[in-house]
Structures are given as C-alpha cells and as structure tokens.
C-alpha cells in the first residue's frame, strides 16, 4: 500500500472513530447524577405541596424515576428526574400565578 | 451585569407589592351581593330553566337525560344506600348514645344548614365533619370520607330535608368571611396538569359536554348531594366528589375535609341559598 | 333478611309496567381488589317474572349488565289484584324471589 493510501486510510477510520464517538453520550448517568436530579425534583415537588398544588403527572415520574434507578438504569433513572422536576416547577408556576388570575373567572 | 440584576430586583419588589395590595380585605367583602351575582349568572344565561331545577344539574341542561332520570327515579339507585343510613342513623354507638344526641332537632330536617361557621373552633364544619365529630366524642372510630358509610349517613339526612332550600349563614366574623373568601377564590382557581379550575366547566361550560358527560351548572351542584354516580357504581359523598374531579384533571387531591375543601363547600353552598335540598341525588 | 329485590307493577289501560331494582354486586371477574387480587365473577345469570304461573319475561344475563341493575317492561293481560313473581339466579348458585301485586 502506498504511503498516501495508508495516510487516507488513517484519515477515514480516525473520522469513522469520531462519528461513533459523537454519537455516544458524553458519559452514562451514574447513582450520583441520579441522587442529585432526584433531590432536585422531590425538592420542587415539596415546594408544589406546601403550595397545595402537586399534580399527579409529577408523582408518576417520581415514581418512574425510583424505579428505573432501582433497576439500575440511571439513563432513565435521571430522565424522569428530571422531568418531574419541570413538572413540580410548572405547578409551582401555575399556583403563583393564579394568586392574581383566579379573578379573571370570577362572575362579578 | 450591575444594572442587569438591579432592574430585575425592582421587577421582583414591584410583583411583590402588586401582589399583596391586590389581596381582598374582610371589608370588602359582600357575600349576599356575590351570590345575587353568582345566581343572576345562570338564570340569565338559562332563561328557560326554572330555578329550582338548577338542583337537577345535567337534567336541568338536557332534555334527553332528564327523561331516562325521570323514569329512574321511580325506582332510584341511592335506595339502598338511603335505607342502611336510616338504619345505620338509629343504631345507638357501643355508649348508648346516637347520632341524634349530636344535632338539633335529632338530625332530622337540618342538612340545609351545612356547612356553618363554627366560631368557638374558627372553621367551617361540614355535614361529614359534624358527623364524625359525633362518632369520636361517642367513642367511635371516625367512617372515611369517601367511601360508603358517610355516604349512606349523609344521603339519609339529605333526605330528611328534601324540600327545605339552602339556608347557610355567614356570621359577621372576619373569620366567617375569610372562610367565604377562601372557597371562592378556591373555586376560581386552576390546578392539576389540565389547568382547569372548578368555574372552567361549571361556569364557563354548562350544559356542554366533557367527553361523554353534560356539564352540571354550579349554582345548586351541591343540592343533590351525596349522589349515586353510575361512574361509580356505587354512592359517594361530596368529598368524594371534590377528591376525584382534583384528580380527574391531574391535580393531587387534598386530605378529604382539609380547610380548602369545607371552605368551597361553605362558598358553593351558600351561593345556592334559596334552592332546594333534593339529596340524595342520582347522577351518570 | 330484606329482600334484594324491589318491585313495582302498574297496570295502564291493558298495560302493566313493570319496574325492578335489584341489589346485587353483578362483579365481572375482571376487577382487582386492593391487594391486587382478582373479584371472583358474581353476577346473576337469569331474572325472571311470572304471571298467572307463566314466564312473561326472561333475562340471560353475563358479566356485562352492572351492579344493582335496573329492569324496566310492559306486558298485556293482567288485571289489578294479580300477582308478579319476579326470582333470580346467579352464577354461584344463590337466588332470590318476591311476589307483588299489580296496583
């Protein structure tokens, strides 16, 4: 093989390796990233309850969560973390928000 | 970076005092003004409805449903239930005593008068409230809330005031107001997931269907109570019925009777004054 | 032990209508208790009602008609004063009947 082909050669498969590698996540979660989203998300989920106002599509993520994390998949485990956590603060959102807007129902 | 945080602390503050000057005052509050409103409302938006059928919720909304309930109620479905709470109201507790010893006039004919303010405990007490109250100060222990003993107690003395229109009073207490105040602004609210509050379908879509079901007005809902919902197959009680329509759009209920849920009751009850008990009611 | 059965027959012209309540758990055998266990089926498999010793209405039931069912039906040839026998049967085995007059 000639010394060009083999530089191509070189050039081909270290961009192959990075293709794959691009398409990789960066790390998989680990039981750490999993404690600290969980930690996050019930701790939003506490502020919605001292708020009144949890709604049940969070609780089943938490639990989701739990149970992907007690599966061993830290992926998902985080995942639905983390979207409990969207959801806990967008109850939160809406709680504070309708302090004020309730008022635009009213029959006056 | 300096003014960028400065401005948005003066946003903060600015949200902040809008907030709390908005807050309603004890004084402002009109509630025989608010339910004349609240009444107005549906009369004028169902002209053709005559105002004690506002009891009747769907039935009052749909000519369809109120032939199949009419022929129904020949042969009603909360029979069983009634029967086991006239049963379940003349059993004496292990002590002797019953149920009539804790109510006025022995519990017959008083159901329109729930809830009241209770000024000596500050809170609202409920009809469910008064009666496990009963059962604990004679030794009992207390019947859930949502299942069917309360329902069959409750649906017994619904029954004992049929007729009688709602006569809930509010007290010149602060404390009564706010109370009033509290049920409204609950009422008003959106929650759960689905961002509906109680007003979304029951004033803003009455008459109109959710999914398979017509719409019951909110002037007089509480009127038929307890009801025996063929969804349910089975009776269940107005905490019932607050807990599952929290969940129905996504919402965690609360704990059955927590302070949000009397003080709507009293709102919604009181709102209604004029029309008649026709508990216990049967509903899809 | 009161009966399970409620009924109530009116006679209209040369026709009586006939209404019955039942209280019965009529459990399809598909629903999990709280411990996640299967309700055995319970339901009744057939209602019947007689007349004057005959059969003027049948029902074979299954799993589909709900708890505490509703029967409504007219028939002709009946007076005032007769009698209705209406009995059940269910699926383990139990019955029930009673015997009203036509108003």
Redesign the interface.
Known sequence: MSDRRRLAMKKIMFAAIMVVAAAMPARAASEADFKAAFAAADSAEKDAGRL????????AALTAAKKAAEAGNFDQAVKSAQEAEA?AK??IF??TS??????D???? | MRVRSALSFVTAALALAALSSAAPGADTVDPAHEAKAFQDFFTKKFPKVKFEDFVNGPYSMNEDMRKQWEEKEQFPPYEFALEAGKEMFATPFKNGKTYADCFANGGIGVRQNYPYFDEKEGKVVTLELALNKCREVNGEAAFSYVKEEMASLTAYMAYTSRGKPFDIKIPNDPRALEAFEKGKEYFYTRRGQLNFSCASCHVQNPGERIRAEILAPALGILNAMPIYRSEWSGMGTISRRFTTCNSQIRGVPLEPQSEEYRDLEYYLSYVSNGLPISGPGARP | MASSIRVRAILNGDTTDVQTLIQHPMDTGLVKDSKGELIPAHYIQQLSFEHNGKTVFQADWGTAVSKDPYVKFAFKGAAKGDEIKVSWLDNKGATDSLTAKIQ
């Not at chain 1, 129902?105 to 006056?108: D, S």
């Open positions: 009144r106002n949890q709604w049940t599509t969070t609780e959801l967008a109850s809406q709680a309708e302090k004020e807007r309730w008022k129902l009213e029959i006056r």
